[in-house]
């Protein structure tokens, strides 16, 4: 048994890590992974100075002292400026020594830091004194105060993944509400909490009665339920939101299988909010062995086969298919710690469905050997595979992710997935090795597209980005330009620039005016989509040269692009997104006829081909009096139905450039082929 007394001196030419070109760091000591000290925050100074004292007592001297240093951020991660080792090894008993530490970032290495300084003594003790004991462990607690208050790695890996039910919550209105503006009046809006799953309702303006009619699912992660926080919030633009009141609903006194309307009463203010809540049992999801693998039993493949068979079409229409993932192992990693290794594990998920893999320590190649299964709600999901660095006193490193349509995937074939990086636009270090099989049924698969997405309830924070901002620009712009070129193109017909063009176009004017009819519309959209058809299977289709120049797309800067309009960060969040979502709009529109993806072109064939043969055989007139009948009583048969647009929720589905690109397979390093390792291993 040893005491070390450490004096933590000072910080020189530390890393800024804030806007304002400063940093407001703080230190912790750790050994054997556990945090033994934590400084005081020294706000906005790059040049600290602690002059604070710890007395540590070290079981032996092999485990090195480890000091990280992080940037303090309010409500947010803390960031990290670098870490260091001290080898306890190299210090001289009973004699006082001043130590200058150099931090460093792993991912990093090159970068300046700067330094810390130390003053250490190390003290052999002859017995363990209850006293000293007594204060570390006092210390211990204290320190234990500071953790974050994300869900550490380590509670993770001890909890099951597995969710035990859904929560489907139809939030109907609100009563009565708080008045917070100046006109009497609010612009409500409601969050929703269940652990770590969120929610945010749109907001309804100038209004005390808002009508919501919005439906989601929460996922419970525990047999006994749990408490689902509810807030009601005015949005106040350029302000900070003001706080209409809360409520909570305890699900372990709601029966399961059953929907309970609940009209909550919001404390700490005013009014009352209606809902509609449902338990459900499921079981949809599971993680096992390599060795216990289900689809190799013949007898579960048919059966798993014959429920998803074209004769159980009306049987379970939201039970779309099975899907089976093996994790196989991993190979190259990069090294995330100090030591040169990683301790990696797999994050596995599909839509709101998340499950992990065990973690192993101190290894760049691992392997899992991991099964996991589940049940596909929508075929058009995208199957993401995220792998990370375990730290136990902050969160997990990032070390690379990819994401597999299920449209895309092969079944039964072990492949090599190059890692991408968190933005999905370009490679990391590492390959990943995986099994996939997915069976669904066809028709189900194509009427679930017709309805809205499944949203994903974990919200992720929108900030300002110079280079995403540009890159929807320039995406909009180039979608834009198409309709200026197709504009210019017609006005030249007009102009009789070319007076054989003009003459051609003048006649076939005359002709579709003259017989018009409606069927000539999808017919257009389906001899589009059968000449793009051809030109694929000629080799002659662009869609390659429409994405691949996204890849420089995202090392555009341009510097001060964007320097002054901070102070409007909230408007240029706005405005960034509506690039987004129109030159998504677009190109997933051109997508469709670009057979991007085949399985929605070949659905847009048979819509098509249907839609041809009513608007042929059926006056118009009956069809929009169907149409308008329908849309005028839907309120009245069902007063909680979802709006919802076919055909915008059949385009969400098909990919936009930006996602073709991040769904696209990069090629392995030849080295890392299965067979070729097999080969090796052979020879």
């Known amino acids: 048994m040893y005491q070390l007394d450490i004096t933590l001196r000072r910080g020189q030419s530390l890393a800024a890590r804030d806007r304002g070109g400063t940093s407001d760091p703080y230190v912790k000591f750790k050994i054997g992974g556990k945090e033994v000290f934590r400084s005081k925050i020294i706000h906005k100074n790059l040049n600290p100075v602690w002059e604070e004292k710890a007395c540590i007592l070290v079981d032996h001297l092999r485990e090195p002292l480890y000091i990280k240093v992080f940037d303090y951020d309010f409500g947010l991660q803390d ?7 001290l080898d306890l090894t190299q210090l001289e008993l009973n004699r006082p020594t001043d130590v200058t530490l150099t931090l460093k970032d792993p991912h990093y290495p090159d970068h300046d830091l700067g330094i810390i300084l130390l003053s250490v003594i190390l003290t052999p003790k002859e017995g ?84 919501w009619r919005e439906q989601f699912d929460f996922h419970l992660y525990e047999e006994r339920g749990g408490i689902i926080d509810i807030t009601a919030w005015d949005k106040d633009a350029g302000k900070r939101d003001d706080f209409i009141g809360r409520c909570q609903v305890d699900l372990s006194a709601l029966s ?10 919001l404390e700490e203010g005013e009014g009352h909010l209606v809902l509609l809540v449902t338990l459900t049992a499921s079981a949809t999801v599971s993680i096992s062995d390599l060795s216990v693998n289900s ?13 998803y068979s074209p004769l159980r079409i009306f049987h379970n229409l939201k039970d779309v298919g099975f899907l089976q993932v093996k994790v196989i192992r991993a190979e190259g990693l990069m090294a995330a710690d100090v030591t040169g290794k990683s301790d990696p594990f797999c994050v596995v998920e599909l839509n709101n469905d998340r499950l992990l893999t065990h973690t192993v320590y101190k290894n760049l190649n691992p392997e899992w050997n991991k099964v996991f299964t589940f049940n596909i709600k929508d075929i058009h ?25 299920l449209l895309s995937i092969q079944n039964g074939e072990q492949k090599a997935y190059v890692l991408k990086n968190k933005q999905l636009t370009g490679p990391t270090k590492g390959v990943i090795y995986l099994e996939i099989d997915v069976i669904f049924n066809a028709v189900k698969a194509s009427l679930r597209t017709l309805i809205p997405k499944e949203q994903k309830y974990i919200e992720e924070e929108n900030r300002l980005s110079k280079q995403l901002l540009l890159r929807n620009f320039i995406r909009m712009k180039r979608c834009v330009m198409v309709l200026v070129n197709a504009a210019y193109y017609v006005n030249s017909c007009f ?44 080799g002659k289709d662009n869609r390659q040269r429409d994405t691949v120049s996204l890849y420089s797309l995202t090392c555009i800067e341009k510097k001060g692009f964007i320097n002054k309009i901070y102070a409007i960060q909230e408007v240029c969040v706005s405005v960034q997104n509506i690039l987004d979502e129109v030159a998504s709009f677009g190109e997933r529109i051109k997508n469709t006829f670009n057979w991007t993806v ?20 059926i006056p118009l007139r009956y069809i929009v009096l169907v149409w308008g009948i329908n849309k005028f009583t839907k309120k009245l048969r069902s007063p909680y139905a979802i709006d919802n647009n076919e055909l915008l929720d059949f385009l969400s589905r098909v990919p936009s450039d930006v996602q073709v690109v991040q769904y696209q397979e990069l090629k392995p390093d030849p080295s890392h082929s299965p067979y070729k390792r097999k080969k090796n291993n052979l020879g």
Request: some cysteine; proline content about 4%.
């Open 256 to 265: 399961r299988e059953q929907t309970h309307k609940l009209e909550l009463q």
């Open 381 to 405: 999901s995208v199957l993401e595979v995220t792998v990370y660095d375990e730290d136990r006193d902050r969160s997990a490193d990032f070390l690379g992710k990819v994401a597999i349509p």
């Open 79 to 85: 960031d990290f400026m670098g870490s260091a080792f």
């Open 598 to 617: 085949p399985f929605l072109s070949w659905l847009a064939i048979v819509a098509l081909c249907v839609f041809t043969v009513i608007l042929y055989c």
């Open 495 to 538: 102009d009789w620039d070319s007076p054989p063009r003009s003459l051609a176009a003048f006649v076939l004017f005359l002709f579709v005016v003259w017989n018009f009819e409606l069927y000539m519309i999808p017919l257009v959209l389906l001899l589009l989509l059968t000449w793009n058809y051809f030109l694929i299977i000629s």
């Open 128 to 211: 363990e004194s209850r006293d000293v004991t007594m204060l570390m462990r006092k210390s211990w607690k204290r320190s234990s105060k500071f953790q974050t208050q994300s869900l550490r790695l380590s509670d993770l890996h001890r909890k099951s993944h597995l969710w035990r039910g859904i929560v489907s919550i139809t939030l109907i209105e609100g009563r009565d509400l708080k008045a917070m503006d100046s006109n009497g009046l609010s612009d409500p809006y409601v969050k929703f909490r269940l652990g770590h799953q969120k929610y945010k309702s749109k907001i309804m303006p100038k209004t005390l009665n808002p009508q």
């Open 295 to 307: 689809l190799e039993d013949q007898k579960e493949r048919e059966e798993i086969l014959k429920r």
